[in-house]
């Protein structure tokens, strides 16, 4: 929490040794004398001085304050101070989107010449991100399935800087070996990124387990009611300042608003991804008894692959899944549309169920090649389990799957 020497002594606090859920709540918060219990929106873009003087110190860096609210925010401050903490990172970078985020460390960390390293598991936009905007800089991208540690440690090349992935994978719900590649990265002098959107904090921490940097799409559990775009990305001080050089000069940043509604999410962070992991684990073992399901992906059933690594890197399981139906595409849209209650659409992390169709949204701008070898079918679909009553969330699947 940030202190001011000069504000009465019942506005400060001492959180050092706090646990994560009163971090969740209380993380990062300057009360002002006004005496708010709330945190304040501070919806300003620029900030007055005391003099000219003061003004030169502020902007030169030399002085403590606020200069301009593209990368200086009190409310931004307050969300990225205490993300930081559930993160167990030095400092977090507040952007526009989760987007942004990665678009902001490929942006700070990466140059022409150099060479990165990506999961072929990863959303669909961060492949458009990097083949149709990144390679244009003359930055090489090497795509490696994420389970297979031979292909990653092949890929490495003299020049490669980054090695970036998502775990659990959006959709298909493989889990990486998080300390295997820290290491790697490390050996190869490059930094590993991680996505650590399906977790969040809650249930994962990547630095912990050896990663450089985390990358959060805000957007999703963060807010958990689908209200607000936001990123950020968590790590060193010395690997997070070139990122806010990148935000200060291009000005992806996080919007005071959003960010104090993100604070409130942070707040009952722990409460929901509980809830969300204990009915996606129920809803993935119903669908693995279903007569009409194929397969189920989802990290918390003994039968994954990864099962007893994501026990060891996780505390919770997470509230995505995927699954599939024979039949294809068809098969997959009549079990969409056959819903009454649960949500068509491509976000995630919302107290509401969502489902969606990878194939032709979130992966659509991918080639069909592309999207075999990152394991999504036409008969693939993706769940993010809400906080409705877990029966009535199974009845409305099953409209679709019973008619199968």
Known sequence: MTNRPDWPERYQSDLTDAAFDTLAVRGGYMRSPEGEHSEAI??????????????????????????????????????????????????????ASGMAAIYAVCVAHLEAGDHMIC????????????????????????YVDLLDMASWRNAVQDNTKVLFLESPSNPVIEVADIRALAALSEEAG???????????????????????????????????????LGGAVVGSAELIDPIIGVLRSAGPTMSPFNAWVFL?????????????????????????????????????????????LAASQQRLFGGVLSFEVSGGREAAWQVVDATRMI??????????????????????????????????????????????????????????????
């Open 119 to 142: 999961s072929r598991s990863v959303f669909g936009s961060t492949n458009v991100l990097l083949e149709k905007f990144l390679r244009k800089f003359n930055v090489d991208i090497t």
């Open 190 to 228: 490059a930094m590993l990124v991680v996505d650590n959107c399906f977790c969040t904090p809650v249930g994962q921490n990547p630095l912990a387990l050896g990663a450089d940097l985390v990358v959060h799409t805000a957007t999703k559990y963060i807010d958990g009611q689908g209200r607000c």
């Open 264 to 308: 409130k999410g942070l707040e009952t962070l722990s409460l929901r991804m509980r809830a969300h992991s204990d009915s996606a684990l129920a809803l993935a073992q119903w669908l693995q008894a279903h007569p009409k399901v194929t397969h189920v992906n989802y990290a918390g059933l003994p039968e994954h692959p990864q099962h007893e």
């Open 343 to 404: 949500s068509i659409t491509a976000n995630l992390g919302d107290t509401k169920t969502t489902i969606t169709h990878p194939a032709t949204t979130t992966h659509g701008r991918l080639t069909e090649e592309q999207r075999q070898d990152a394991g999504i079918s036409q008969g693939l679909m993706r769940i993010s389990v809400g906080l409705e009553d877990i029966g009535d969330i199974k009845k409305d699947l099953a409209r679709g799957l019973d008619l199968l």
């Open 42 to 95: 501070f919806t300003t873009s620029s900030y007055v001085f005391a003099s000219a003087a003061e003004a030169a110190e502020t902007f030169a860096g030399d002085r403590e304050g606020n200069v301009y609210s593209r990368y200086t925010n009190p409310t931004v401050r307050t969300f990225e101070e205490r993300l930081a903490a559930l993160e167990g990172g030095e400092k977090c970078a507040a952007t």
